[in-house]
């Protein structure tokens, strides 16, 4: 009966093993092996910066460019001193190479710096990515820059999933065989960046992004965007979204594990502060200041920094350009030097 | 459970598991088994695909016993009848016109119908079956399991190639053998048809503007010129690569299904086109339609021009309805149909150069005017047929997204390589007839490539072809 069922008449293959289409397995092997020799050796000399950042595969090439700059920099100048979050108006605002001159002309001691800023990061997001940060980089001091556009849930949608990337998750300790790949191998990350690179489109957006990006994360704007239409109604302020409250409630974690942690109000223009003071930028401040000191966590206010802020500082009414960045890191490097000296970042 | 796509993680499972198991049975086990994970495979889309499937497969298996029994005239008519007016309303009943056809025979209510997904494969099968046994150039199967694979044969199910019952059911009776030549042309057609997909099709339809064919208004002239050329590129990398792939899944099961593309690019004459692409179907055309309707006038006695004119254009309509039920696909083959007659024209006043200048020129005038029918072939209605069409003529708007044409070129010029090689080596898995270290270095760029290229990112899209 089982002669009926089974039976092995059909696979013939003898000599089967010379078949050449199987020899390409080792010219594979051989491809594959050079490939990551290649890549780990070069993305870990003073050749890196030669080649284009890597992927991550968060499909974000800000992202994969910061990822990549601030490992570079750790691996140039060592631990860092002091790391910026947030979203644009971090992304844009605070150059870490005016703070560690403004920090250095004050205490004559250098500072290390990088911007992690990311384009319309909001609280949701950034809350997850700053404690992923904190934990793989391991800086002295986290800056934070919010403004109460954070807590508005309507912004940022795009660039969400960044806190739920493989990076991410992975430094948040919640582990994957591919959230290992993209955080050890740079050969792994350099096949995801090529992936990307097939798509002609991605070439343009990358090769933009490299090109804005400088070696310490930064992303300067010049000249000046569209106007801002300040007459528009503004929501009141209010924290009523669950995942920007799970967010914030990162950040206040990480004070608690011991993290220190510094809270920057982004600044606004003038004209944006009083336009939208009475329903949201003060309301604002005011839950800012509560809930912050109740956990001891330092809370910067930039009134006096936007009106420092000359109009022409202004690239649209909430993020400073060319002549507004100098004006703003130099007090940010100012204010670092004068409530934490250089005892601190020993 | 989600349909198996041919291209995807699933239908690879599924593959192997069907291969580890075949290989380990006795031959009437492996008609069983095949059989079994054929309707499986068929009713990831729908049960009720499958459940069709066997109806009309029980029906012409009966059909054609009798057939071979009494030779009746009647009996076959009303077999050929029932599979080709299912065929024709199924396609009617899924057409763009359904609301109104719907309203005309009362049934507004039926709004949900489907045409199986490779129905209008299976069906041109089972009418060549019958016809052939008619004709009795075939014996009526008598084992309903073999005829049910016949039928069902999962590889070739969703976009053939339309296989007939006498290259197909001898290849069922006899053992099956997968030798080692067998096992090397399965391995190079899957590589290739992995290759044209994934590689060339894929990638070309992602750089190409979702609505250039629907809204071509928004675009330059230069933009519809560049993508009709690519259409054609597109189309053929794509099915010519699902052949491929299939053929050389049935490859590795000892089991040869028939080509369907040679270099269609390089034909040299309308005629010779069709014998160069979508082969099985030019071929069950060129046997069910145009022998028998000239074969028909000529007992008319009617030899001349309408023996001339009527067969190509009836052929040539027949293609374009079987398509889709559309005026812009019967346009499509009144088009092809044209071109027919034009060429026997010339061939009649004996004005078809044969070799020289005279003939490239004409060989590139062949590949232009099928480009220009690839339009209302992709075009949802004649209408924007014609606004596509009216674009290409003055005033020229000359802008192209310059980014992409390093790929565009690349891609283009890989398809035609392929092409070459093809030709070259007369062989459809070429690469075997290279040197070893060629062979070692091809096959390891090939699947390096297709890694790059199947990013987690990307969409697999499906095959154009399988809803016909």
């Known amino acids: 009966m089982y002669k009926k069922i089974l039976g092995q008449q059909t696979l013939k293959l003898e000599g089967v093993g010379a078949l050449p289409i199987l020899r390409s397995g080792f010219v594979l092997s051989w491809i594959l092996i050079s490939w990551i020799l290649i890549t780990e050796f070069v993305a ?14 968060a499909d974000s090439f800000e992202f994969d460019i910061k990822v990549y700059y601030l490992e570079q920099d750790i691996r140039q100048r060592g631990a860092l001193d002091c790391l910026i979050v947030g979203d644009s108006m971090a992304n844009d605002g605070p150059d870490p190479l005016v703070i560690e001159q403004a920090y250095q002309a004050e205490t004559g001691t250098p500072l290390h710096c990088f911007n992690f800023g990311m384009p319309a990061l909001m609280l949701d997001a950034s809350g997850p990515l700053t404690t992923a940060l904190n934990n793989k980089f391991q800086p002295r001091l986290m800056i934070v820059m919010i403004s109460a556009r954070d807590f508005d849930p309507t912004y940022g949608v795009t660039f969400r999933h960044v806190a739920s990337s493989d990076w991410t998750q992975h430094n948040l300790g919640k582990s994957s065989p591919r959230g290992w790949a993209v955080n050890s191998l740079y050969s792994y990350r350099y096949a995801l960046f090529l992936q990307y690179w097939l798509n002609p489109l991605n070439r343009a957006r990358f090769a933009e992004a490299w090109r804005d990006i400088t070696p310490q994360g930064f992303t300067p704007l010049y000249g000046y965007g569209n106007t801002f239409d300040l007459t528009r109604p503004q929501a009141d302020f209010q924290i009523s979204d669950p995942t920007i409250q799970n967010g914030f409630d990162q950040l206040l974690q990480l004070k608690r594990a011991g993290v220190n942690l510094l809270i920057v109000d982004a600044p606004v223009s003038p004209d944006y502060y009083e336009a939208y003071r009475d329903n949201l930028v003060e309301p604002y401040i005011q839950s800012m200041q509560n809930t912050l000191g109740t956990h001891d966590i330092a809370f910067w206010l930039t009134r006096d920094l936007s009106t420092s802020i000359v109009s022409d500082g202004w690239y649209d009414a909430q993020h400073v350009n060319e002549i507004g ?5 130099t007090w940010l490097g100012q204010q670092l030097a004068e409530h934490y000296p250089p005892e601190f970042f020993e | ?34 059989l079994a994970v054929s309707c499986f495979f068929y009713a990831t889309w729908s049960w009720f695909y499958p459940a069709i499937l066997l109806v009309f497969t029980f029906l012409n298996f009966i059909l054609a016993r009798q057939l071979e029994k009494t030779r009746s005239r009647p009996l076959f008519l009303s077999g050929i009848v029932i599979n080709a007016a299912s065929l024709l309303s199924l396609k009617l009943l899924t057409s763009p016109y359904q609301a109104t056809l719907l309203e005309q025979i009362n049934a507004t209510a039926l709004t949900r119908i489907l045409l199986p997904i490779g129905f209008s494969f299976y069906v041109l099968q089972l009418i060549s079956y019958l016809t052939d046994v008619y004709r009795g150039q075939i014996q009526a199967e008598q084992d309903f399991v073999h005829f049910a694979l016949y039928t069902s044969y999962f590889p070739k199910l969703l976009a053939g190639p339309i296989e007939r019952a006498k290259n197909f059911l001898p290849q069922l009776k006899r053992e099956r053998v997968v030798d080692r030549n067998m096992l090397e042309e399965g391995l190079y057609l899957i590589l290739l048809g992995l290759l044209r997909k994934i590689v060339i099709a894929d990638q070309l339809s992602r750089l190409r503007p979702a609505d250039i064919f629907t809204a071509p208004e928004n675009y330059t002239t230069l933009d519809r010129v560049v993508w009709l050329f690519l259409f054609a590129f597109i189309l053929y990398n794509d099915f010519a690569g699902y052949t491929s792939l299939v053929r050389g899944i049935s490859c590795l099961m000892g089991i040869q299904l028939s080509p369907n593309f040679r270099q269609p690019f390089l034909a040299g004459s309308f005629s010779d086109f069709w014998t160069r692409w979508h082969i099985t179907l030019s071929e069950w055309l060129r046997d069910y339609i145009f022998y028998p309707s000239r074969r028909w006038l000529m007992s008319f006695r009617w030899t001349g021009w309408m023996a001339l004119l009527l067969p190509p254009l009836l052929t040539m309509l027949v293609s374009g309805f079987w398509h889709g039920a559309s005026l812009a696909l019967l346009f499509w083959g009144f088009l092809h149909g044209l071109y027919l007659i034009m060429e026997q024209l010339l061939q009649r006043f004996k004005l078809l150069p044969k070799s020289g200048f005279n003939a490239h020129f004409y060989s590139a005038l062949v ?5 220009l029918a690839w339009i209302p072939f992709n075009t949802p209605s004649v209408r924007s047929a014609g606004r596509y069409l009216i674009g290409l003529l003055p005033p020229y708007s000359a802008s192209f997204n310059i980014l992409i044409l390093p790929d565009v070129l690349l891609l283009v010029f890989f398809s035609l390589w392929l092409d070459w090689q093809e030709g070259h080596h007369q062989d459809l898995s070429f690469p075997r007839q290279w040197s070893v270290a060629a062979q070692s270095w091809g096959v390891a760029i090939a699947i390096l490539l297709l890694f790059f290229f199947t990013s987690t990112g990307n969409d697999l899209s499906r095959f154009v072809y399988q809803f016909f």
Do not use: H
């Not at chain 2, 796509?5 to 290989?23: A, H, M, P, Q, R």
């Not at chain 2, 590949?367 to 480009?371: Q, S």
């Open chain 1, 44 to 57: 870990r000399t003073r050749l890196g910066y030669i080649l284009p950042p890597p992927s991550v595969g």
């Open chain 1, 325 to 329: 960045v100098p004006v703003m890191s």
């Open chain 2, 1 to 34: 459970m989600k349909p198996i796509e041919i291209v995807s993680t699933d239908f690879f499972i599924l593959t192997l598991i069907t291969l580890g198991i075949y290989y380990l049975l006795a031959p009437r086990a492996q008609t069983f088994w095949l």
């Open chain 2, 367 to 371: 590949f232009l005017l099928i480009t």
